[in-house]
């Protein structure tokens, strides 16, 4: 294959003087390369073009699980990821590693993963961004969410109403006037399905919605990346306190 567009999603150290990655590719998905070389004084630069989170143009040659990466080329300037649009990145790419198979190919999912990389670069609302794209990776592996009717009477959401949310099935309104944890507003759900920016406190019951059905998606096991951003988030409230 050559010169195929990807992103690297995950380099570890292999051997002396080589790296194991992750790569997500536009035609094949998510594969695994090995970069030989390129720990060693003359490898520097191929190294360099190896991170994360930035386009390039990648080729390589093989059978296999594992293949050779052969050649790597960047692609424009890099993306000025920083703050919380860097942490943001590093958990799209956790998330992919997690849930997105290998040999799986993913076109329409590998330009949104490209456009949520950007926008994050261009200084979106995070929380906003990444919202959007869970629901599209939902929806590309085949778990789409159910956000536009009631699971229990067909009826459609309203936006005043308060809902049970279920992984698999989707939401069905509490009855008026009950309340229960852990529910979600219809206007947080209409939101969602018509891609419309929500308000600060909408967009913090996306946030609790989408984690426990990714949750469900991934057996129980939780991602790093969210301690991560909860310790972050918990330091800020430390110091505006």
Not at 9 to 35: K, N, V
Request: glycine share 10%.
């Amino acid at each position: 294959m050559d010169l195929q567009p990807a992103y690297i999603l995950h380099a570890r150290p292999y051997r002396e003087t080589s790296l194991l990655l992750d790569a997500f590719t536009r035609d094949h998905g998510r594969i695994g390369l090995i970069a030989r070389g390129v720990r060693g004084a003359r490898g520097q630069a191929s190294r360099a073009a190896l991170q994360p989170l930035q386009p390039l143009l990648l080729s390589w040659r093989g059978q296999g699980e594992l293949w050779q990466l052969t050649a790597t080329e960047t692609v424009g300037s890099a993306l000025a990821l920083r703050g919380d649009a860097l942490l943001s990145g590093f958990y799209l790419n956790e998330l992919l590693l997690r849930l997105l198979p290998r040999h799986d190919p993913h076109e329409t999912l590998f330009w949104r993963y490209a456009q949520c990389l950007n926008a994050l670069a261009a200084d979106a609302p995070p929380g906003w961004e990444l919202r959007r794209f869970e629901r599209d990776l939902l929806d590309a592996l085949g778990y789409g969410l159910e956000l536009t009717t009631d699971t229990n009477d067909g009826e459609p959401l309203d936006p005043d109403a308060r809902y049970r949310f279920d992984p698999e099935s989707g939401a069905c309104r509490l009855p008026q006037g009950r309340s229960e944890a852990g529910t979600i507003s219809g206007a947080a759900l209409i939101a969602l399905q018509k891609d419309v920016l929500p308000d600060a406190i909408t967009l913090r019951e996306l946030r609790r919605l989408m984690r426990g059905v990714l949750l469900h998606h991934l057996g129980g096991r939780e991602l790093r990346s969210w301690q991560v951003l909860g310790d972050l988030a918990a330091t800020r409230r430390d110091q505006d306190s």
